[in-house]
């Protein structure tokens, strides 16, 4: 799994002082998992530096649903049948 880099910058709705909020986009290069039917019914996942994302390929506007890497792999193992 490549692992992307985050760039963060500092959010619009920070102060000018020291007390700054700073923000990254997640990276949007989602591809079909290996485990979808292919008959238009698909999971896509993004790799994340933290992680995973997945969402519904038929409605990719309605947002994701990132996990972090112990998460992630724990989903993996079991979706693959490997004992936990």
Do not use: N
């Not at 619009?12 to 949007?28: K, M, N, R």
């Not at 290996?34 to 519904?56: K, M, N, Q, W």
């Amino acid at each position: 799994m490549r692992t992307p880099k985050l760039a963060f910058y500092k959010s619009s709705y920070s102060g000018q002082g020291v007390d700054c909020v700073e923000v990254a986009h997640l990276p949007t290069d989602f591809r079909k998992s290996s485990y979808s039917s292919g008959e238009g019914e698909c999971v896509e996942v993004s790799d994340l530096p933290c992680g995973a994302a997945i969402r519904d390929s038929k409605h990719p506007d309605a947002g994701h649903l990132p996990f972090p890497t112990s998460e992630w792999t724990t989903f993996l193992d079991a979706a693959r049948g490997q004992k936990l």
